[in-house]
């Protein structure tokens, strides 16, 4: 595995690295472990319905990933019926077609309920490195293929995948604009407003659901608890709120709060109670706030300079410092969960929409988008490696993902004719 020996994670014990090499996602000289993923074996004929489901969703996730280059079925020469275990597998037919790594894997089907096992294998050496055993509902097979892919990019990253983190996001229908929440993938979607105006919809990390909703008339901020019961908070009357934002460990809320002259940035408890104002400046509109992973600081959007930028400041409200710099249209910040990025959208002088990252100490900008019509609403996987974001590439703004170098972009596989906006990934 050539590809992986120079990216070898020392801190590990000597016999974990042994047993299995690690995968350096970042830095220049990482490159993707060539990887093929057999077709299912599956037993019994009930499963065959669902292995498809399930084969489709356990791609998706391992090519968007951007640690693996999967191989094309096409161009496998191994005996399509060969068996699970090392002895029963010709390795050199699979290393004939460029694989380093191979998962083999099985379903089968108890009830309702659907299960794998998993296999990878070092395609160089002919050993089996690392084996798993999922099970997940029929009525859902990609949530199955979801838990064996996080299963697969642990062992060779040591860190959680994103695959089991669901996304929140708006779709327009006509006249409404509603807010769903999905599978990563957008797989398994459900919608959570019945018609009107609802927006920029954010997940908390014990399973709350907020948003913007105009159902009195006024834009006012609704958080779904995890139970299902939804409650309206409680900010200042005759003001307009939006843009919540739900601080790392759930226990308070960033928002915006308008009235005729400006728009200032409040911080409350979870519940709407013990609201204090952060930002002030007077005919000044600032917006758009997003937490640092460790809740000490907020990013937002001000004018105060003259034009749409992206601040930060302390969760007091103390401290505030300009980020960017270039440009005249900068917006919809998004802290990454490693702390050390902030990526937004950018307007050139086009009028296109592109993406960028911003690091928060040295204020570097890196460009992730470019020449791919609109790209806007980046939102950082939580484990930050990744990056989902809104795109008209295609058509109707969709969602995609990409890593959060900006390689290997993505349409997510569930399309839709509606356009989807302000999407965000839960943590």
Same mark, same amino acid.
């Given at each position: 595995?050539?590809? =992986? ?6 801190? =590990? ?32 004929? &009930? ?17 968007? #990933? ?8 096409? @161009?496998?020469?191994?005996?399509? +019926? ?27 089907? &108890? %009830? ?23 099970? %997940? ?34 779709? +327009? ?26 927006? =920029? ?11 913007? #909703? ?22 200042? &009357? ?33 519940? %709407? &109670? ?29 004018? *105060? ?30 802290? @990454?969960? *490693? ?39 980046? @939102?950082? @996987?939580?484990? %930050? ?43």
């Amino acid at each position: 595995m050539k590809a =992986l020996l120079a990216s070898l994670v020392l801190s =590990l014990p000597l016999a974990a690295l042994a047993q299995a090499p690690v995968i350096q996602i970042s830095g220049a000289t990482f490159q993707p472990l060539p990887l093929a993923l057999s077709t299912p074996l599956t037993q019994g004929g &009930e499963v065959k319905s669902s292995a498809t489901a399930v084969d489709d969703a356990l791609l998706f996730d391992l090519r968007a #990933s951007g640690l693996f280059q999967m191989l094309d079925r096409a @161009s496998f020469l191994a005996d399509a +019926k060969e068996g699970m275990t090392a002895g029963s597998i010709n390795f050199a037919r699979w290393a004939d077609v460029g694989a380093e790594a191979l998962v083999k894997y099985t379903l089968t089907r &108890e %009830g309702d309920e659907l299960k794998a096992e998993a296999r990878v294998f070092n395609v160089g050496n002919g050993r089996e490195e690392f084996k798993t055993a999922q099970s %997940g509902p029929t009525a859902q097979p990609s949530q199955l293929a979801h838990k064996v892919a996080d299963a697969i990019y642990r062992h060779y990253t040591r860190e959680p995948s994103p695959f089991l983190v669901p996304i929140t996001y708006v779709r +327009k229908s006509g006249a409404n604009r509603d807010v769903w929440v999905a599978d990563w993938d957008g797989r398994n979607a459900r919608q959570v407003t019945q018609g009107g105006i609802n927006l =920029l919809p954010a997940l908390g990390p014990d399973g709350q659901l907020g948003y913007t #909703s105009y159902q009195q008339g006024k834009p006012d901020l609704y958080v779904r608890k995890s139970g299902g019961d939804t409650i309206r908070l409680k900010t200042n &009357e005759g003001q307009m709120a939006t843009g919540i934002a739900f601080s790392p460990d759930g226990k308070r809320v960033a928002y915006a709060l308008a009235d005729d002259e400006s728009a200032q940035i409040w911080v409350a408890n979870a519940n %709407g &109670e013990g609201a204090r104002q952060l930002t002030d400046t007077r005919f000044g509109i600032n917006t758009s706030p997003a937490w640092s992973p460790d809740g000490k600081r907020i990013a937002f959007v001000s004018n *105060r300079g003259g034009s749409p930028q992206v601040y930060v400041m302390n969760a007091d409200g103390s401290a505030v410092r300009r980020l960017t710099f270039q440009g005249n249209y900068n917006q919809t910040p998004n802290w @990454s969960p *490693r702390g050390d990025l902030i990526a937004f959208t950018a307007r050139d002088e086009r009028n296109a929409f592109d993406l960028f990252t911003v690091h928060v100490d040295t204020g570097k900008i890196s460009r992730l988008t470019q020449d791919q019509a609109n790209n806007e609403e980046p @939102s950082f @996987s939580p484990n %930050g490696r990744l990056v989902l974001f809104t795109s008209t590439r295609n058509g109707p703004s969709q969602l995609f993902v990409m890593t959060a170098e900006g390689n290997n972009p993505l349409p997510l596989p569930v399309q839709d004719k509606a356009a989807i906006t302000t999407p965000d990934w839960g943590r």
